[in-house]
Structure formats: structure tokens, C-alpha cells
């Protein structure tokens, strides 16, 4: 109720409003909650890290109910979804999400909590992500001091994925990328990245995307607001893949490439496009695109065990195992 009587300086509805105090109202999210031993569902366990301290970067890590003491298992560094600007790796949904998919996929899972705009604004999510996927590699490093137990008893470094939805599977993809041009601690190679509904954009618009005033559309205003003053507008290579800057798709650092697209959310010709652009590229690995119909953007975690949420996570899973 306090919001009443403070004066507005922006807003991004549906999403958030900005306060000219400099407070920040959002309107969409799921609570958090806290980390598990053995969740009473799946039986996976979580626990909650701190990755640095300064900058503030934070992490919820999961490890699947085990059948040896010593496992190894493949692991799955996970970028939650939500704009750039809203949830969180503590966050109801995604704890949900991710407790099903780790015993699913027998996965060692680290959730990276990165700081969201328009406190933190762009590049500092992409920052927080790849300082938190390089603490992640440099585990396999024998002189690497203060492992994390998870990591160092039951991570195979041989095995590592990435994954995200929607923004997060942005990051996902300019974490792979950034992999592949300046590599990754202790040599460590990404086996496969998904990308589960991508949040990608450009000044043009493509496929069904409305062609009457594009530059004002959801994703072109967001993008003011996260990252003012970004080097080539929304065709900056974080959001556009195939802008003028962007990095060749050769560079890609995995071997494996999952994209997943749903019929009626509004980023899927994006992922459709992508997908596109990377099967005819001089890229070297496999990419697979799976699409879902009858259903929305992030419908896998709003519309958690659908038949068709059920459906992509065994795809998903059937990725990481293969």
C-alpha cells in the first residue's frame, strides 16, 4: 500500500514497476522457499552455496537420491528463466522443476542465482553466470582449494550440460559461446547445452511476428530497460545470435545442441530460427529441435506435470543420459 504515494518512473507490465526512489515492485514470481533433504517426492536433496561474496553471487545445488556412496554422475549447470528481471533459483517453481528433472535425469544440478535488473542491470547477469559456471569447472582442478563436497564426490567433469528457459536460456547459449571462444577452467568441455524456450530478439521481425511498430513490441522495450545503451540496440549479440557482431555459430562450445519450442508462445519462431541457423552453419556439432503443440511459453514449469510438460522432460532427460 506504501507504493500508493511514490512516484512511478517506468514500468514493465505485466512484469514490474520502477519507482523514481529507486524501489522496484514486481508483480510476477513464485515465492521462495527453502532447500530440502530429501525432498518427500523425488528424494533429491538441495542445499544452498555462496559462490562469491563480492560481487553477491549464490547458488542451489541438487543431488539425486544415490545408489553407491562414491557415484559419479553427469552435471547440469541450470539458468532459471524470467525476463532478466524476475524469479530466482529459490524459487518455488523452479525448486519444483528441478527436484523432478534431477531424479529423472540423475544429474548433479547447480541452479545459478544471478542478479536480476533493473537493480543489477545487463551485462551483469551474463557476469554472475559465467564467474558462477567457472567456479563449477574449476572443481576438476586437482589444486583447487575449498571444494564443494557435491561437486568433488559425485560430479563427473567429463559429463558437464547446460541448460535454461526462456532467459535463462539465453544466458545458457552465450555461456556456451563464450565456452567455446575462451574456454573453461581446467579444460572442462560442455558434452550438451538445452535451451527450452530461448529468449531471443532483433530489429527485424521474422515469421508470424508482428511487422507494425516491432521496435515497440514486449522484448524491444524490456531490452531498453536491462541493457540501456547496449552496443547495437536489441541486435546486440546477447539477444540476437545472428546480429552484426554476433560471434560465428562454428564457435559453439558443445557437441550436442537441444532446442525446444511450444506452438503458441511467442518467442518460438525465434527458436525455430535459431535452431535453423545453427543446422546451416559450419558448426560441427549435433542439434535437435523439439516442439510442442497446443501449449505456451514456459508451460513445463506453469503447467508443471502436464502430459506435455511430462513429455519435454523426458526428452530432456533422455538428452542428459545419452
Not at 110 to 132: K, N, Q
Not at 240 to 249: C, H, I, M, Q, V
Request: glycine share 8%; hydrophobic share 40%; proline share 7%.
Amino acid at each position: 500500500m506504501a507504493s500508493i504515494d511514490k512516484e512511478v518512473a517506468a514500468e514493465l507490465l505485466p512484469f514490474l514497476r520502477v519507482y523514481k526512489d529507486g524501489s522496484v515492485e514486481r508483480y510476477l514470481g513464485s515465492p521462495i522457499v527453502p532447500p530440502s533433504h530429501e525432498d518427500p517426492e523425488t528424494g533429491v536433496s538441495s542445499k544452498d552455496i555462496t559462490i562469491s561474496e563480492n560481487p553477491t553471487i549464490s547458488a542451489r545445488l541438487y543431488l539425486p537420491k544415490l545408489t553407491q556412496p562414491n557415484q559419479k554422475l553427469p552435471i547440469l549447470v541450470y539458468f532459471h528463466g524470467g525476463a532478466f528481471i524476475v524469479e530466482s533459483a529459490f524459487s518455488s517453481d523452479h525448486h519444483r522443476y528441478l527436484n523432478d528433472l534431477v531424479s529423472q535425469g540423475q544429474v548433479v544440478a547447480v541452479s545459478v542465482e544471478y542478479r536480476l535488473a533493473p537493480e543489477h542491470l545487463l551485462p551483469i547477469a551474463y557476469e554472475d553466470s559465467w564467474a558462477a559456471f567457472q567456479w563449477v569447472a574449476s572443481h576438476s582442478m586437482d589444486n583447487y582449494a575449498d571444494k564443494e563436497p557435491w561437486l568433488e564426490n559425485h560430479g563427473d567433469f567429463k559429463r558437464v550440460f547446460v541448460g535454461g528457459d526462456s532467459a535463462g536460456a539465453n544466458i545458457a547459449y552465450n555461456m556456451t559461446m563464450r565456452a567455446g571462444i575462451e574456454g573453461l577452467n581446467g579444460g572442462v568441455r560442455i558434452v550438451g547445452t538445452f535451451l527450452t524456450h530461448p529468449f531471443f530478439w532483433s530489429s527485424k521481425p521474422i515469421g508470424s511476428e508482428c511487422t507494425v511498430e516491432h521496435e515497440k513490441s514486449l522484448p524491444c522495450r524490456l531490452w531498453e530497460h536491462i541493457f540501456p545503451g547496449a552496443p547495437d540496440g536489441i541486435d546486440n549479440p546477447k539477444m540476437n545470435p545472428l546480429g552484426p557482431r554476433a560471434p560465428s555459430l562454428a564457435r559453439l562450445g558443445c557437441s550436442r545442441l537441444l532446442v525446444s519450442v511450444s506452438e503458441k508462445d511467442e518467442l518460438r519462431n525465434r527458436g525455430v530460427w535459431y535452431y535453423n541457423a545453427v543446422k546451416e552453419s559450419e558448426w560441427e556439432g549435433e542439434v535437435e529441435l523439439v516442439e510442442l503443440e497446443g501449449e505456451g511459453h514456459a508451460f513445463q514449469i506453469l503447467k508443471f506435470r502436464c502430459e506435455n510438460a511430462n513429455n519435454l522432460n523426458k526428452r530432456l532427460v533422455s538428452f542428459l543420459l545419452k
